[in-house]
């Protein structure tokens, strides 16, 4: 069996937000903001098209016995070197045997499935048994254009061979065409494009199923034979048409991954290959195809052998080792676009010896040292004498790797002298964990991210480059790795709490998640992967999330399903049941928007917005509800909007979705009240791609949902005892909203109704909002209006004022007791009552008795929390209860309908 044996990648840990390229530059190309969603990877400024090669290699290559590879097929149409061998330089930087062939393939896009093809046919011949196949690209384009928002930067390794194969080789086809697009002359920086219809009319839709095609005859199969279909196309509603076209429906198409990072050129297919391997199971069926001057179309089926693979970083990793940035001048000095004045310091000479490189290459690319074979002491470089001062041998060292060993920071510097394209430069001394030490520069961290014993990981990559004669040279670098705090006392946990959020493949629900696990929640990613008008689906969303969240050392499972129906609402609770065993925490965040006048809305577009939040809603929260009950406990929010509570222009539709999940909070309080769980609705304004175009562009860049989170996870922490509330949240600006209703005025005599005229005459008192009160129901609500018709009759002599305390109350609630209400009520009251005149007291009522006893009780059943103030103002009748439960002075944990018998039990 010959087929895939191993496999890893690598996208470059830097992101460009692309709305920050039409927010510089849409005065100049206003057209850009077409493609202008998601975010794109790009090389920190000493990567290239070579380290990233290394990077993935490196991963495919974990845990293998690398003398087993037997030759390194390098594609890329953008390597450092047109005349040096870079698969050799490759070959050297992972310290692999000298007798094996090493070959460039480029100048086309489709090289790296080509050389995939070309490895796969060479396993059996001349003794080969494994060949590493690493695509990889690092594509120049000219600033403000499509291409540079499409683009990104990524390489994906393949090994391959006739043993352990986690996915076995079915055939190939291809078909070359000098078809040309776009093309880029030998002395050329960027490619030369012509326009996108060419590519995308006569390209993509006509080359890519003429391969396809002709793998289905060749192998006498359809798609019905297709689990996972790759190719890539950047453009996403031709990329489904090709698709759609060839019988393969949107469960089958990969994502093309423009969102989270674009499309990585001749190393894209194996990139999406890479991530569908990684989520692949035994038996599964990929048909992966290349595209670039014709096709290559190549058919795979996973093995058992895939479950005993090692986990690798992949792409899915890759994509969640991220930092996202909108700094879109950095991208530009980075990719050599803009110049600056880098002073006399930059000035000094770059030749590199080619006699030393020779001579050291090892050393300088393999990141080789020595090992005593007398002691085992390991030191960097290998020299004839032995470091280790109880040995001091000589001719004992052997060769010794370190560039895979772990290492820790020793000491650091931020230095704003040396030269730097990411000032300060950030170098230090690194301590092997095994043994051996050098001095390291530092790279993909920022100074405030570096401390002395920080675990590192060390990375090829770029140290200098000679313009003068276009030559890189390379060296190995440290990269710090995340160090695991332990939580704060006071910290707000969610450890062995299950957490479902929805829409959370990306903005406000990808913020909310990984707060979230960050906390030790375990998490359900719901993501149906669509626009932002809710068309189309994709997988990608979710799982990029996912891996985020497994890359921070948390549990997380992903979902697809949509929760616009019951059917999806109930299998996203039941993927969380599955995976985890219960549901404590659900955050309703799936959102769409389809914006228009009441005037030229459609049916349909009413529909589809209510659909996604108010039915939404109601489909995921119901069967987690359910299971709530059974816990006793649970914690719901819902998001609401500004548009819904206040109105906004062009959103009718969206607009009554939000406010109908306000009334959905409302009652559902009430039905959750005695099992402990909590509803309350998040008003959200943020940097979202559902704002992206439509908040000012300064305005966008200081909303982060980041500022948002800390509000939501407050609210779903089992510490919060608010339920029914509705708070809005901007910019680290929170605040409550609140339905609150005015005092009114009696109109007429109460027998017959009043007249129009006479609703006019008493409109101010009606209007007037002077004393406006909330109500905890529709019962306190309509008391409240009931009321009015029967005043209180206030005694003409004021009566004297007893002296009452805190403690008095309590030493005098046995006198207060009705004993004939409580026949069979068993229950325990703890008070809580906060400030100097203070304490704690509960109330045992058993068998038609009462005691009253000082200090906490292990288990009661209702918990009364308020301030001495008032708590005395509430016994002396200057204080309604359902007023101070609704304004907050009164806070009732625990069993809230069994603090409604304190009334009935004691009369003051």
Request: contains cysteine; negative net charge.
């Amino acid at each position: 069996m010959i087929g895939i044996v191993s496999y890893g990648g690598y996208i470059p840990r830097l992101r460009l937000n692309r709305m920050s390229i039409y927010q510089t530059m849409g005065w100049f190309a206003p057209a850009v903001v077409l493609v202008a969603q998601g975010e794109r990877s790009f090389c920190n400024w000493d990567e290239d098209s070579l380290t990233m090669a290394v990077s993935a290699s490196q991963d495919c290559l974990r845990d293998l016995d690398k003398s087993a590879v037997h030759g390194v097929y390098l594609c890329s149409t953008s390597l450092p070197f047109a005349d040096r061998s870079n698969a050799g330089m490759l070959k050297t930087a992972l310290n692999l045997r000298d007798d094996i062939v090493t070959q460039d393939l480029t100048s086309s896009l489709k090289s790296g499935t080509t050389g995939l093809i070309a490895a796969l046919s060479s396993i059996g011949r001349e003794g080969r048994k494994n060949i590493l196949v690493t695509a990889s690209d690092k594509r120049e384009t000219k600033a403000a254009y499509f291409y540079e928002m499409w683009f990104g930067d990524g390489a994906a390794s393949l090994l391959v061979g006739d043993s352990d194969v986690i996915a076995e080789f079915k055939g190939s086809y291809s078909v070359s065409h000098d078809f040309v697009d776009h093309f880029r002359g030998d002395r050329s920086k960027y490619d030369y494009m012509w326009e996108e219809r060419w590519v995308r009319d006569a390209g993509y839709s006509r080359i890519v199923p003429e391969a396809v095609k002709g793998l289905f005859g060749k192998l006498s199969i359809s798609m019905d034979q297709v689990d996972k279909f790759v190719f890539p196309c950047f453009f996403k509603a031709e990329h489904r048409k090709i698709a759609a076209s060839l019988g393969a429906g949107p469960e089958k198409l990969v994502d093309n991954l423009h969102d989270v990072c674009g499309e990585t050129g001749t190393a894209h297919p194996l990139v999406m290959l890479v991530q569908t391997l990684e989520q692949a199971k035994p038996g599964d069926r990929i048909l992966v195809a290349g595209f670039g001057q014709g096709c290559d179309a190549l058919y795979f089926q996973v093995t058992e052998n895939i479950v005993n693979l090692p986990q690798r970083v992949g792409i899915g990793g890759s994509l969640a080792n991220k930092k996202t940035t909108d700094n879109y001048a950095k991208f530009l000095r980075f990719r050599d676009l803009i110049q600056t004045e880098m002073g006399i310091r930059a000035e000094m000479p770059t030749q590199t010896a080619m006699t030393v490189l020779w001579r050291n290459r090892k050393m300088l690319l393999g990141m080789v040292g020595g090992k005593c074979t007398e002691c085992g002491t390991p030191q960097f470089p290998k020299m004839d004498i032995c470091v280790n001062p109880d040995c001091r041998k000589t001719g004992t060292q052997v060769e010794y790797e370190f560039a895979d060993s772990p290492a820790t920071v020793k000491s650091f510097t931020g230095d704003l002298l040396a030269v730097s394209l990411d000032p300060p430069a950030i170098y230090g001394m690194v301590q092997f964990d095994g043994g051996g030490r050098f001095m390291a520069d530092f790279t993909d961290c920022e100074l405030s991210d570096v401390r002395v014993g920080q675990p590192v990981k060390l990375a090829f990559r770029k140290r200098y480059t000679d313009t003068e004669r276009g030559f890189s040279g390379y060296f190995w670098k440290a990269v710090p790795l995340p160090i695991q705090e332990e939580p704060k006392s006071d910290e707000i946990r969610f450890d062995g709490q299950v957490a479902i959020v929805t829409g959370a493949g990306a903005g406000l629900g990808r913020i909310y998640a990984l707060e979230l696990a960050k906390r030790g929640a375990k998490l359900v990613v719901n993501d149906l992967g669509g626009s932002r008008d809710g068309a189309g689906g994709s997988q990608a969303a979710a799982d990029t999330v996912v891996e985020e969240i497994k890359a921070l050392g948390a549990e997380a499972v992903a979902s697809y399903d949509s929760v616009a129906t019951p059917e999806g609402g109930a299998a996203i609770v039941e993927k969380a049941v599955e995976a985890f065993g219960r549901v404590d925490i659900v955050i309703n965040n799936a959102g769409i928007l389809r914006d228009r006048t009441l005037a030229k809305m459609e049916p349909s577009e009413w529909a589809a917005i209510r659909s996604v939040h108010l039915d939404g809603a109601f489909n995921v929260t119901k069967p987690a509800f359910m299971k709530m009950r059974e816990q006793g406990y649970g914690r719901i929010i819902v998001t609401t909007s500004a548009a819904g509570l206040y109105g906004n222009f062009g959103q009718t539709n969206y607009s009554a979705a939000k406010m109908g999940l306000a009334g959905f909070m409302n009652t559902l309080k009430l039905e959750g009240e005695k099992y402990n769980i909590k509803i309350n609705a998040v008003a959200p304004v943020a940097a979202t791609r559902l704002t992206e175009d439509v908040l000012p562009p300064d305005l966008f860049e200081k909303l982060k949902p980041e500022y948002v989170a800390p509000l939501v996870l407050y609210l779903c922490a089992d510490s919060c005892s608010e339920t029914g509330m509705v708070f809005n949240a901007e910019m680290g600006c929170y605040n409550r909203a609140a339905v609150v209703t005015g005092p009114g005025a009696i109109v007429g005599d109460g027998v017959a109704p009043p007249t129009p005229e006479q609703i006019q005459q008493n409109w101010d008192a009606i209007n007037d909002m002077t004393g406006a009160a909330e109500s905890y129901n529709a019962t306190v609500a309509l008391g409240a209006m009931l009321e009015a018709f029967n005043p209180k009759s206030e005694s003409t002599t004021p009566a004297p004022k007893p002296t009452v305390t805190v403690k008095s109350i309590f030493e005098r609630m046995p006198e207060a007791f009705r004993s004939d209400k409580a026949a069979g009520v068993d229950v325990v009251f703890q008070y809580r009552i906060t400030g100097s005149g203070g304490g704690e007291w509960h109330v045992i009522i058993k068998d038609a008795a009462c005691t009253v006893l000082p200090g906490k009780h292990e288990k009661p059943t209702t918990s009364i929390i308020m301030s001495d103030e008032d708590f005395l103002a509430l016994i002396t009748g200057k204080l309604n209860a359902m007023q101070a439960f609704t304004s907050g002075k009164l806070k009732i944990e625990g069993d809230l309908m069994k603090s409604q018998l304190i009334e009935k039990l004691f009369k003051f």
